[in-house]
């Protein structure tokens, strides 16, 4: 394999395990006014992510950092393109950042603030990465509020479901009942928008140095084509079907694996699009860094991404159990 293949999977992997694990995070955050009463159970709510949240953000500092080293022309495109939908990501971060820290250490009457901070802060960032990626794939408004849309719903359930598998009591409950409502507009997006995003990477694995937004779903090859991506595309739709009905059933453990099967399913499509041209008129290999660059590269995250991965395995088990209030 090549280099330059490999670092790109490498990127849609750390990509990946950004939005399964923030993708709670953000669920957790933005259900918090709907989800807890009371300041016990808002601060039962955030002690299912507090041990994990931080260090689910090393995800995406790790992907944007090796987006920066092994494809710095990508890099480049991406800030100038979206300036400021990724100002208003760090934005939303920082306040979310700031007031899950500062929400155990103020009085009682400041911690409403704090709690506002973190729904706003998650519920912003959760769209605005949709919208950034829709927008990346077709090149339009319509797009980018409808890829802000999913990945909110998609983050809402995903969310509600790690609250009905991580805590006990009334919350629980609550939780539970907030799986379906969430699903109602989760899955109308998903199947909406998930077919036409199987048609464009479908589109654009055919269409030579095309990129997205110029191959479109007009332009996109049919099933026989690329079934790949139209089996990925249902299977995520079903997945998230599926995690409504385990929930439902209260196997609330199968139902966080298949909304995790979900999101990696949708990304895995849309880097399956992006594989061709990551930024229109500009392919893979032009993006990439030198071979040398790319080298020691793949020394440093074979030897780094080990400690990466069993830090964040070692701290699920530690914090494995339920959360009461």
């Known amino acids: 394999m090549e280099l330059t293949t490999f670092w790109f999977l490498v990127i849609a992997f750390l990509w990946t395990g950004y939005f399964v694990l923030e993708g709670f995070d953000f669920g957790v955050g933005a259900l918090l006014p709907l989800a807890a009463r009371g300041d016990a159970e808002r601060g039962q709510a955030l002690g299912t992510i507090g041990p994990v949240w931080d260090g689910n953000e090393v995800w995406l500092i790790t992907a944007v950092g090796a987006t920066f080293a092994a494809f710095p022309a990508w890099y480049a495109g991406l800030l100038s393109t979206y300036y400021l939908p990724l100002v208003l990501v760090l934005t939303a971060l920082i306040v979310r950042g700031v007031a899950l820290e500062w929400r155990g250490k103020v009085r009682p009457a400041e911690r409403r603030l704090c709690d506002i901070g973190?729904?706003?802060?998650?519920?912003?960032?959760?769209?605005?990465?949709?919208?950034?990626?829709?927008?990346?794939?077709?090149?339009?408004?319509?797009?980018?509020?409808?890829?802000?849309?999913?990945?909110?719903?998609?983050?809402?359930?995903?969310?509600?479901?790690?609250?009905?598998?991580?805590?006990?009591?009334?919350?629980?409950?609550?939780?539970?009942?907030?799986?379906?409502?969430?699903?109602?507009?989760?899955?109308?997006?998903?199947?909406?928008?998930?077919?036409?995003?199987?048609?464009?990477?479908?589109?654009t694995a055919g269409a030579g140095s095309g990129g997205p937004g110029t191959a479109g779903v007009a332009g996109g090859a049919g099933w026989t084509a690329h079934p790949?991506?139209?089996?990925?595309?249902?299977?995520?739709?079903?997945?998230?079907?599926?995690?409504?009905?385990?929930?439902?059933?209260?196997?609330?453990?199968?139902?966080?694996?298949?909304?995790?099967?979900?999101?990696?399913?949708?990304?895995?499509?849309v880097f399956a699009t992006l594989h061709r041209a990551p930024l229109p008129g500009l392919t893979l290999a032009q993006a990439a860094s030198g071979p040398y660059t790319l080298g020691v590269l793949t020394w440093i995250g074979l030897a780094a991404l080990p400690f990466v991965l069993g830090y964040q395995a070692w701290t699920y088990w530690v914090f494995r159990r339920r959360v009461t209030a």
């Open 118 to 203: 973190i729904a706003a802060g998650s519920a912003v960032t959760a769209i605005t990465w949709g919208a950034v990626f829709g927008h990346l794939l077709y090149g339009s408004a319509r797009a980018a509020a409808l890829g802000g849309a999913l990945s909110l719903a998609v983050a809402l359930l995903h969310g509600a479901v790690f609250l009905s598998l991580k805590t006990a009591g009334p919350l629980r409950a609550r939780a539970r009942r907030l799986v379906p409502a969430a699903a109602v507009a989760a899955l109308p997006l998903a199947a909406v928008s998930l077919p036409a995003l199987a048609g464009l990477a479908a589109g």
């Open 228 to 269: 790949q991506v139209w089996i990925a595309a249902a299977g995520a739709v079903a997945a998230l079907a599926a995690a409504v009905a385990l929930a439902w059933r209260r196997r609330e453990g199968w139902a966080f694996t298949a909304t995790a099967a979900a999101i990696v399913l949708v990304t895995g499509t």
